[in-house]
């Protein structure tokens, strides 16, 4: 078994930490293990801010929240067409708390 592999997980967004004192820094980790490829990711900050990519979303993605406030931090993925014309896209999130 590879590091960071965890079976049984097919999607899973982790914030570290989950709460604290404005500004917060943030790290998601995601997990994504979905058995097709990911085009694309998107990941909504829940503040009004995303950032996204192509490919599978890297291990660590990191974020400042400034103000107070409860956030939740959504992960989107799209995977390989497996029809043309077809999307898939499965979503995942966690929720931040800034005291």
Known sequence: MR???DPGVVLRL???PR???????VVFRPTVSLGRPVVRWQL?????????GTG??????G???????RYRAVLIVYLAQSFTGTAVRFLTYADVQVT
């Open 3 to 5: 590091v960071g592999d």
């Open 14 to 16: 982790v914030a570290v």
């Open 19 to 25: 709460s604290g004192p404005a500004p917060l820094k």
């Open 44 to 52: 909504l900050y829940g503040d009004g801010l995303q950032t996204e």
């Open 56 to 61: 599978t979303p890297g291990s660590f993605l």
């Open 63 to 69: 974020h400042t929240y400034p103000r107070k406030g």
